[in-house]
């Protein structure tokens, strides 16, 4: 089956390429008899002498731009990015790739799979990137870099440089660099927000590790909202991005960087109409921060929104769907010591005004933490002023493979106890929060944000309880979850 998936393209070790090219044209005239076409003269009246200047004019001709300037001008500051280091093996089995099942041949490859070992693994990548000042700061993607033991950046005249990373944001996938060389070429920074639906855009980068390749094509959406990328308004394009592409410069028509090339929507890990770019104005929010202070502040609210909709403008007695709806209020956040509510909806922050939920993370990110900020808000149908101390955003913990692997045990799942917002929302029941879900319950069609609210008819509320209940179980368990407003049993085979 295959399924849609967002690919962060960067990693390009192996290349089997097959080119194939067609060109056809037509006339657009018709072919009419030669007979036909004397009759048609003669039949023809003579045309005024006044009408004959009107014949003269042509239609109005598009031609489209030319870009050969804009690479030459600009090529020489975009940078190939190698990355180097390794990774664990877990002690798995190569499986046959993509073989179906139902092959007849399945069976055979699955009996005679080679067994590979737990240890490291080198891991080798390439990405793009782009000189942002003369004295070697070097701009790429969070992703190109993240992990790597070295990363050497290599210039079109051939130089390469061993680069230090200065900063990583996974938050906004945005990474800086710098290299030990001076008067290097630089790129010149626009503005994505001057930056129309419809116009001409170009993309220069190492596909596939092919260098300083160019593409181009036009702006197809902004601010586009991706999945797990909260606090990045993309700048959707049809331009041709794949993977190597990665952390590249995306240029206007003034030859201006208006974003860096992030991610490409695809089922196949390659290019298929829609590729993303973070605009130029985070990226550069976030490198001055990481440059001056080698990390990034965001502010925090402390709240969970979400997206308003007529039924809900309607229930709420508001005349059009706008702002961010206020589903639930952390405790202790900043948010709850200002008085914010669920059921609020968060119309302006600061006097700009919040259209749609997908804008506020962004606004609140932006704002320094232990600053004050003014939120005007819509309750019980009529609006009121709030003042909030806005806190610090706190970088989430990434655990290793083994530590997740044993957090999660027999069932797969990264679990907690619900806080007393939530068991209220739960009319008080008592239950745990998946938040991370992998193996046996992945598999059994659990997600994150699911409550197990009992295991094989046991309530549950801790999880050491859950654990002591699994242990003793068989092969199976049943686990009830709470799901929005459903719940439902979930027979999970953990083996």
């Not at 190939?80 to 190569?94: D, F, M, R």
């Not at 007393?420 to 319950?441: I, N, P, S």
């Not at 801790?462 to 686990?479: F, H």
């Amino acid at each position: 089956m295959t399924s849609r998936t967002l690919k962060r393209s960067v990693i390009a070790v192996a290349i089997a390429t097959a080119v194939t090219g067609a060109y056809s044209y037509g006339s657009g005239y018709p072919l009419w008899p030669a007979n036909a076409a004397a009759q048609a003269v003669q039949a023809a009246p003579a045309a005024p002498a006044a009408a004959a200047p009107a014949a003269t004019v042509s239609a109005a001709v598009t031609t489209l731009p030319d870009m050969s300037a804009i690479v030459a001008r600009n090529g020489a500051a975009v940078v190939n990015i190698s990355v180097s280091g390794t990774a664990k093996n877990a002690a798995t089995s190569l499986d046959f790739p993509q073989l179906d099942p139902n092959d007849p041949f399945y069976e055979f490859f699955r009996r005679f799979r080679v067994p590979q070992q737990r240890g490291e693994a080198p891991v080798r990548g390439q990405g793009s990137g782009f000189i942002l000042r003369d004295d070697g700061i070097v701009l790429t993607n969070a992703h190109v870099v993240d992990g790597a033991d070295e990363v050497m950046v290599k210039l079109i005249d051939k130089r390469e440089f061993k680069a230090k990373v200065l900063g990583v944001d996974k938050a906004s996938d945005v990474a800086v660099l710098r290299i030990d060389a001076k008067n290097l070429p630089t790129l010149k920074i626009g503005s994505s927000a001057n930056t129309r639906v419809g116009e001409w855009v170009l993309a220069i980068g190492s596909p596939f590790g092919f260098e300083n390749s160019a593409t181009a094509g036009i702006v197809s959406a902004k601010s586009r909202s991706l999945p797990d990328d909260n606090y990045v308004p993309f700048i959707q394009t049809d331009v041709a991005v794949n993977p190597g592409n990665s952390g590249g410069p995306l240029f206007n028509m003034a030859g201006e960087v208006i974003g860096i090339n992030s991610q490409i929507y695809s089922r196949t890990g390659g290019y298929q109409g829609l590729s993303f770019a973070i605009p130029i104005e985070v990226v550069m929010k976030v490198e001055e921060q990481i440059v001056k202070h080698g990390k990034v502040q965001r502010g925090r609210l402390g709240i969970a929104i979400q997206e308003m909709n007529q039924s809900l403008a309607e229930s709420f007695g508001m005349s059009k769907p706008t702002g961010a709806l206020v589903s639930s209020v952390e405790n202790g956040s900043p948010a709850a010591k200002a008085g914010l509510e669920p059921g609020d909806v968060i119309l302006s922050l600061n006097g700009k005004e919040v259209s749609s939920s997908k804008e506020l993370p962004l606004l609140v990110a932006d704002i320094r933490p232990g600053e004050p900020a003014k939120l005007q808000v819509w309750r019980k149908g009529k609006t009121r002023e709030i003042e909030v101390k806005v806190g610090e955003q706190k970088e989430a913990k990434v655990a290793s493979a083994e530590d997740k692997e044993a957090s999660q045990g027999r069932l797969g799942l990264a679990l907690r106890p619900l806080t007393a917002e939530e068991r209220r929302q739960l009319d008080g029941k008592t239950g745990l929060l998946v938040e991370d879900v992998a193996g046996a319950a992945a598999r059994a069609g659990i997600r994150p944000g699911d409550v197990v609210l009992s295991v094989n008819g046991e309530p549950v509320s801790s999880v050491e309880q859950l654990r002591g209940l699994v242990s003793k179980a068989g092969k199976r368990v049943a686990l009830l979850i709470q799901r929005q407003d459903a719940k439902l049993f979930v027979p999970v085979d953990v083996g």
